[in-house]
């Protein structure tokens, strides 16, 4: 079964190229997922994707959201998810390297086990397990401002496969997990940002977050996690994308 755990989590709101993580040690052929929630000083700063290293281990870009920070109208953000599996990680610290300076950065580092551990042509160890990845932010209505985001997954691969999910909403305010999920981090700033990160070990088919009393930009992006074997879908009952 799929079982998910937190290694670290964090933020920083010191202006800079960088955001660096606690020392961490991951389990051999666990898969790892690195999710950072980065705002730039302005819109032409802002970088969807980033570079990453840490544990000797390979990263790879998994998914990756734009929210309109709506701070000031020269401000954006960017979740992004990166993935790696080792058969000898070492351990350290993760790094996320940016061109330009971003104002602020949060994260959270997250360990899975019970996945597909194959390597399949063409793919690196552990990316089996990454079944697919659903988003919902920017365009998408993202910068119409909410107190909840959600999306709709429509059908798994197995009824044995699990789910985590990464919420990003721009307020300093915490973030309940939706019905079926457990959260696992949940990182706010004074600078007005909130990352959260949430799983289920069996299908979610509408996964959300939500906050109570601040209306605030959002993105969501959902991972389905396959387990060995996974032969035969089942599907959402109410089929659509989105709600």
Known sequence: AIAATLLTSGSSLTNDTTDTSASITPTANALVLAFNLHVATAAAGLEHGSTLVGNSM??????????????????????????????????????????????????????????????????????????????????DGSTVAGTSVELGMGSFRSASNGIIVA???????????????????????????????????????????????STANRALIAIELAVPSNTSFVADPVADLYT
């Open 58 to 139: 390979e990263w790879v870009p998994v998914a990756g959201s734009l929210v309109d920070a709506g701070n000031t109208p020269n401000e954006l953000a960017a979740l992004t998810v990166w993935a790696a599996q080792d058969s000898a990680p070492t351990a350290g610290t993760l790094v996320w390297s940016f061109v330009s300076t971003q104002a602020n950065g949060s994260w959270a580092v997250v360990q899975v086990t019970g996945h597909d551990t194959t390597t399949p042509l063409y793919m690196l160890p552990g990316l089996a397990a990454i079944r697919r990845a659903a988003i919902r932010g920017y365009p």
């Open 167 to 213: 919420a990003a909403h721009l307020v300093n305010e915490g973030t309940a997990p939706g019905a079926g999920l457990t959260e696992l981090a949940d990182v706010t700033t004074t600078e007005g940002t909130a990352l959260e990160i949430s799983w289920a070990a069996a299908p979610v088919y509408r996964p959300s977050a939500s906050w109570v009393t």
